[in-house]
Nanobody, 114 residues
Framework: VQLVESGGGLVQPGGSLRLSCAASGFTFSLSWMYWLRQAPGKGLEWISQISPGGRNQYYLDSVKGRFTISRDNTKNTLYLQMNSLKPEDTALYYC????????RGQGTQVTISS
């Protein structure tokens, strides 16, 4: 199993980023997929998940309406569109095969600062 995140960076509050996660080594199209994050000095936090076909998505309340999870099963790729970013969104963002993040990528850093 390999999960490789990309798309992080430094943006100002109110800005947007789109994270990607390239998946391989398992049947992506049959798997629920997850985005998690870890802010400095805090534990791993679930923020969103999507069903294998993409029809069902769930979000942490604090990101609902600002973040959108999606997937392209033809490309084995998971996405997270993040809008209206806030300083408290600063974290290392991971895609994962499970909600606890036991199988996850190396992460991509998102920093929100003016």
């Amino acid at each position: 199993v390999q999960l490789v995140e990309s798309g992080g960076g430094l943006v100002q509050p109110g800005g947007s980023l789109r994270l990607s996660c390239a998946a391989s080594g398992f049947t992506f199209s049959l798997s629920w997929m997850y985005w998690l994050r870890q802010a400095p000095g805090k534990g791993l936090e679930w923020i969103s998940q999507i069903s294998p076909g993409g029809r069902n998505q769930y979000y942490l309340d604090s990101v609902k309406g600002r973040f959108t999870i999606s997937r392209d099963n033809t490309k084995n790729t998971l996405y997270l569109q993040m809008n209206s970013l806030k300083p408290e969104d600063t974290a290392l963002y991971y895609c994962a095969r499970d909600r606890a993040g036991e199988v996850r990528g190396q992460g991509t850093q998102v920093t929100i600062s003016s």
